[in-house]
């Protein structure tokens, strides 16, 4: 896992397995407290990274020996940008799923994790651009109170 910081935010890269994707979302996590982004918004980022980042290594990656994911996080004063891209295979369709509304036992495998995603996420939108994957996510960010 490689982590690479700037004026303007931070990349973190790593190999597409559930060991180090486990370890990129933990170090996005710790930047994200590092720049007093709250527990609980940080929480939020975190479990919807959790499953957008699973679903690049468990389909995107399926069946390929190796692959990089790249996330890229620029914080603006009142929102996260997020940027996730990869080599994997495209999304079903060219579309996100839907993420619809239901008991998780009635889903079909990760329709419930796109439901969280939706819910957790202020703006997601995908894109295959030649042979990339980016998926973008922006979170909006409470106003601070004053000190």
């Given at each position: 896992?490689?982590l690479d ?33 709250s527990e ?56 996100l799923p ?50």
């Amino acid at each position: 896992m490689n982590l690479d910081t700037d004026r303007a935010g931070f990349l973190v890269t790593f190999s597409a397995n559930d060991l180090e994707a486990r370890d990129g979302i933990c170090a996005i996590a710790g930047q994200l407290r590092q720049q007093g982004i709250s527990e609980e918004r940080t929480g939020d980022v975190e479990i919807a990274l959790a499953e957008a980042i699973n679903n690049v290594v468990e389909h995107a990656y399926a069946g390929v020996e190796s692959g990089r994911i790249h996330v890229t996080c620029h914080l603006r004063a009142d929102r996260l940008e997020i940027r996730i891209h990869d080599r994997g295979r495209p999304m079903p369709g060219g579309d996100l799923p839907n993420g619809e509304p239901a008991e998780p036992a009635d889903l079909p495998e990760g329709g419930f994790g796109w439901f969280l995603i939706r819910q957790l996420a202020s703006e997601i939108r995908y894109e295959r651009r030649g042979d990339k994957n980016l998926l973008w996510l922006r979170f909006d960010l409470p106003e601070k109170p004053d000190a």
